[in-house]
């Protein structure tokens, strides 16, 4: 079945230490998202990328990077993570100019921070 | 500033009677609005659209309307199932300028519980 993948599905880590989460489709889909989660909140975008084209927004904290190596896999990096960043972290996907902007999300990451 | 809202955290419904979930806006720009489902421990399910230009769309037990003079829209479920019951999520979208990507804003979701 095609489908996005988040490994793994819970993270801990210690204030300060770096993390990456692993995002994966294999829905062949050119634009995957990050979003931030935390809880009773609306999912909040962080970046896509549209192909290999990096698009942050405005208010996503420099702490947060991301990576794209290839067309199935997108990678979120926290570089110093602080107890404000625990949160489910979501990946989406869509395909190029896909009907009303429909996102398949994987099950998400949800990582704590001691 | 929200730009989606949903006001109601929680709704209870019973099996094979209604279920209506609300959601208004303050955009005017959005051009489809998405409604997600979620469970625990998974990520957001597409559940059903509609274009801004359009106020009906309906999908077997799911109709989603829209009321662009009031920037309201509602999901409504006939007749609900238990199995309906999870997280509901209200999204607008529009398109980033010159891409083919989207850009989505969610609500904060409403948890509908169906009982048996």
């Known amino acids: 079945d095609a489908m996005v993948i988040q490994n793994p599905r819970y993270q801990v880590t210690q204030f300060g230490k770096p993390v990456t989460l692993s995002c994966s489709q294999t829905?062949?889909?050119?634009?995957m998202y990050w979003y931030q989660q935390k809880s009773s909140q609306a999912p909040k975008l962080l970046f896509h990328y549209y192909d290999k084209d990096f698009n942050n927004e405005a208010d996503t904290p420099d702490n947060f990077q991301s990576r794209r190596p290839n067309t199935s896999f997108c990678f979120l990096d926290i570089r110093s993570p602080g107890l404000g960043d625990a949160a489910m972290y979501l990946c989406?996907?869509?395909?190029?100019?896909?009907?009303?902007?429909?996102?398949?999300f994987g099950p998400g990451t949800r990582l704590t921070v001691t | 500033d929200q730009q989606v809202k949903q006001n109601s955290p929680s709704l209870s419904v019973q099996e094979g009677r209604i279920s209506i979930l609300n959601c208004d806006y303050t955009?005017?720009?959005?051009?489809?609005f998405l409604w997600y489902k979620k469970y625990p421990a998974e990520g957001p399910t597409f559940l059903i659209s509609i274009s801004s230009i359009k106020d009906k769309n309906e999908d077997g037990r799911f109709t989603v309307f829209l009321n662009k003079s009031a920037k309201h829209l509602s999901l409504h479920i006939v007749p609900s199932q238990p199995g309906d019951s999870a997280v509901y999520f209200c999204?607008?979208?529009?398109?980033?300028?010159?891409?083919?990507?989207?850009?989505?804003?969610f609500g904060k979701g409403t948890k509908l519980s169906v009982i048996p």
């Open positions: 999204a607008a979208s529009r398109p980033y300028s010159g891409a083919g990507s989207y850009q989505l804003t």
């Open positions: 989406a996907t869509s395909r190029d100019r896909g009907t009303g902007g429909e996102q398949y």
């Open positions: 955009n005017s720009m959005f051009d489809y």
């Open positions: 829905l062949n889909h050119n634009v």
